[in-house]
């Protein structure tokens, strides 16, 4: 009985006998079993790192399981005695020639990543991105998804987006809002001030602190020049700043205060 077994388990083709292959079936069945405990480990680590993206979580869990069915290939082909020297040149060659070939969409790739986990930006924010500005609507793994004030979408390939300096204007609760103002030489500085510190006033947005700023801040050849910072909660910069320049004009004029444009006097002799 044992001998019949045995020349059962020697009986082959070629390089490949019985119990070869059943010694390979069994390593791979075992293979399978820690691959889906390594899965459910990875995937128990994964679920309790909060500040990793969901994107990022899937390109991990992808990841892993790519690298653990090349390793038990491997090691099913040694079980074979299949030479696997030759099996990871082949892996590497092709692992090389794909990557020469998917440069830039690997490098966009890499770059998502790195963008998930650093989090300069988010979705909802509104950034300058090389002199693109939009709110954030994605950041994928390969393109950042920006839509303008004028409901255009800008895609942005992740390899640029971390190469550009980024200007995120939302990250911030508060934010400054700056002005110039010009009135005529005829009009008093006080007069001009109380002019400002009204139009301030009226817009409840505005808020106390930090302090409103008005100062007079230059002398041009036609007028002089004021300086106005205030600071309001983000979401209300633009509101605020194109308010402004509405109310300053009403104040102007309750104020008796003449807003300057540029003019050439010319003295005859």
Same mark, same amino acid.
């Given at each position: ?68 069915? %090349? *390793?038990?290939?491997? @090691?099913?082909? $040694? &079980? ?10 082949? #892996? +590497? ?101 109380? %002019? *400002?510190?009204?139009? @301030?006033?009226? $817009? &409840? ?10 100062? #007079? +801040? ?52």
């Amino acid at each position: 009985m044992l001998e019949t077994i045995q020349n059962i388990l020697g009986f082959g083709v070629g390089d490949f006998t019985v119990g070869g292959i059943l010694s390979a079936i069994v390593v791979l069945v075992v293979c399978i079993l820690v691959m889906r405990i390594l899965n459910i480990f990875i995937g128990k680590m994964l679920d309790r790192a909060n500040h990793l993206d969901k994107t990022i979580c899937g390109f991990i869990r992808t990841a892993a399981k790519i690298l653990l069915w %090349a *390793l038990t290939i491997i @090691i099913v082909c $040694d &079980s074979l005695g299949i030479s696997t020297t030759s099996l990871v040149a082949l #892996l +590497s060659v092709v692992t090389l020639a794909l990557s020469l070939s998917v440069q830039n969409i690997m490098s966009n790739l890499f770059s998502g990543i790195t963008l998930l986990i650093t989090k300069p930006f988010g979705v909802g924010d509104y950034v300058d991105i090389s002199g693109k500005c939009g709110t954030v609507k994605s950041v994928g793994l390969f393109y950042t998804v920006l839509d303008t004030v004028d409901n255009t979408v800008v895609s942005i390939p992740n390899a640029d987006a971390t190469a550009a300096s980024v200007m995120n204007y939302s990250r911030e609760p508060k934010r400054r809002v700056d002005f110039k103002f010009t009135a005529s030489y005829d009009s008093p500085t006080e007069d001009v001030k109380a %002019a *400002l510190y009204d139009a @301030i006033n009226a $817009d &409840s947005r505005i808020l106390k602190d930090p302090e409103p700023f008005v100062k #007079l +801040s230059g002398y041009n050849a036609s007028d002089i020049e004021y300086t106005v910072r205030v600071w309001v909660n983000s979401p209300d910069y633009w509101n605020v700043n194109f308010a402004m320049y509405e109310k300053v004009r009403e104040t102007f004029a309750e104020h008796g205060v003449q807003m300057a444009y540029s003019q050439l006097d010319v003295h005859m002799k």
